[in-house]
């Protein structure tokens, strides 16, 4: 089945919602490269990774009644998958070391680097390799803003900081990032 139409997207949908195990299969196959990226995102290794993307889905399949149609059902799994890693975060925020430092304003901007454009020969899975790198608390602030397009009102919302520790944690992320992606183009 080819699920870019809308009406096959609709049929699809219902069959999930009835507990179809044929349809949740095609579901899962479809979406599965593209929502383990964002899984990679928020974790460290391939088999948390995993783990978060094996949840996720199960939660698509629990709320798929849910889906409205109003916007397109890939966003509708990347939502859930990247609110998945959120609540994952949450739950285990005591292990993260997430860096609960204010920086002003101009203390900030010292920590802000030169926005030079990325070297053509780096791949893809090399930035998402230097990503999973990053802390758990860069990490999920940077995919949060940068990837997933959140506000830092919105991540401090969600991850229970402050917007000054959310800017804080961007701006080091980014600076290790960028020594990260040095390193591999040495």
């Known amino acids: 089945m080819d699920i870019s139409s809308p009406e096959n997207v609709r049929t699809l949908?219902?069959?999930?919602?009835?507990?179809?195990?044929?349809?949740?299969?095609?579901?899962y196959k479809t979406m599965y490269s593209k929502m383990l990226t964002?899984?990679?995102?928020?974790?460290?290794?391939?088999?948390?990774?995993?783990?978060?993307?094996?949840d996720g889905f199960l939660k698509v399949f629990r709320k798929i009644d849910k889906f409205n149609f109003n916007g397109s059902l890939e966003g509708w799994v990347r939502r859930i998958m990247v609110n998945n890693a959120i609540d994952y975060y949450r739950a285990n925020k005591n292990k993260f070391a997430i860096s609960e430092v204010y920086l002003d304003e101009d203390s900030l901007s010292d920590l802000e680097y030169e926005e030079d454009p990325i070297e053509p020969d780096v791949s893809g899975r090399e930035i998402l390799a230097c990503i999973q790198q990053l802390s758990p608390g860069y990490r999920t602030v940077f995919s949060l803003y940068v990837l997933d397009?959140?506000?830092?009102?919105?991540?401090?919302?969600?991850?229970?900081?402050?917007?000054?520790?959310?800017?804080?944690?961007?701006?080091?992320?980014k600076r290790n990032l960028r020594i990260l992606l040095t390193e591999k183009m040495k």
């Open 13 to 27: 949908v219902e069959r999930c919602a009835r507990q179809d195990r044929e349809a949740q299969q095609l579901l």
């Open 38 to 54: 964002v899984c990679y995102r928020y974790s460290r290794r391939p088999d948390e990774a995993k783990d978060l993307l094996q």
């Open 149 to 173: 397009n959140y506000t830092h009102q919105q991540i401090a919302e969600e991850l229970g900081i402050s917007e000054g520790t959310s800017k804080s944690n961007l701006a080091k992320a």
